[in-house]
């Protein structure tokens, strides 16, 4: 007899990478102006196509802003301003391959791994972090901020906890945190025991 179901292989080369802060900071300022606000948006966007709510608030509503100001197109030769169609643009065209800006962007931000020579000698750049790489930061950080995790999923977009438990990463870092944590709360406990023992009652003549 068929299986019903096709079985599930187990999953080793799950990607794990994810950028801190000071990571964003640096690719963020290396990428073309264009890109910026494209690159910080990215951890809130869903790709099922499922519509959702999500709050505009602190970071979000200032790059909502820049984007309605940038989508105003100065007129030439006394023609007026248009307002684009787009979001995010590259002068009012859509912004489609980004491939060859993101990697020079991770490289100068030190986001890369040597992997031999370049024909020329010198040494060849591989950039170390994807563009999907900030989803998985939005939810890693939207858990470390302590959100409750049917709402982060609501905001990522994800359907199921195993995918959303998939793109919450470990670092060390984080692993080396809780050991602190955790060692400071022990040693916060009285070291000793606040119970009184009783003492054992003592027999009263006249008693068998």
């Known amino acids: 007899m068929r299986e019903r179901f096709a079985r599930r ?4 080369n799950a990607r794990q990478g994810f950028l801190e802060r000071a990571d ?3 690719l963020v300022a290396a990428l073309p102006e264009a890109l910026q606000d494209f690159t910080r948006l990215r951890p809130e966007h869903s790709k099922n196509g499922r519509s959702r709510t999500v709050a ?3 970071d979000l509503g200032a790059i909502i802003e820049r984007r309605a100001h940038a989508r ?7 023609e007026p301003e248009r307002i684009a ?3 995010f643009h590259r002068a009012s065209r859509p912004i489609r391959d980004f491939r060859g ?9 030190g986001l890369y791994r040597v992997d031999g020579t370049n024909p020329d000698g010198s040494e060849r750049r591989v950039p170390t972090r994807l563009f ?8 890693r950080n939207m858990v470390h901020a302590g959100v409750r995790e ?8 994800h359907k199921t906890r195993a995918v959303f438990d998939r793109y919450n990463i470990t670092s060390e870092d984080d692993l080396r945190s809780a050991m602190k944590l955790t060692t400071a709360y022990v040693n916060a406990q009285p070291i000793q025991s606040n119970v009184t023992r009783r003492r054992p009652a003592v027999a009263t003549g006249g008693e068998r």
Do not use: F, K
């Open 9 to 12: 292989l187990p999953e080793h």
């Open 85 to 87: 169609e787009l979001v």
């Open 132 to 139: 999907h790489d900030l989803r998985r930061s939005g939810v």
């Open 72 to 78: 105003i197109i100065p007129g030439r030769d006394g």
């Open 56 to 58: 505009i608030e602190g």
């Open 150 to 157: 049917r709402v982060a999923m609501e905001i990522s977009g």
């Open 24 to 26: 964003l900071e640096a």
């Open 101 to 109: 800006a993101w990697a020079t962007a991770c490289i100068e931000a």
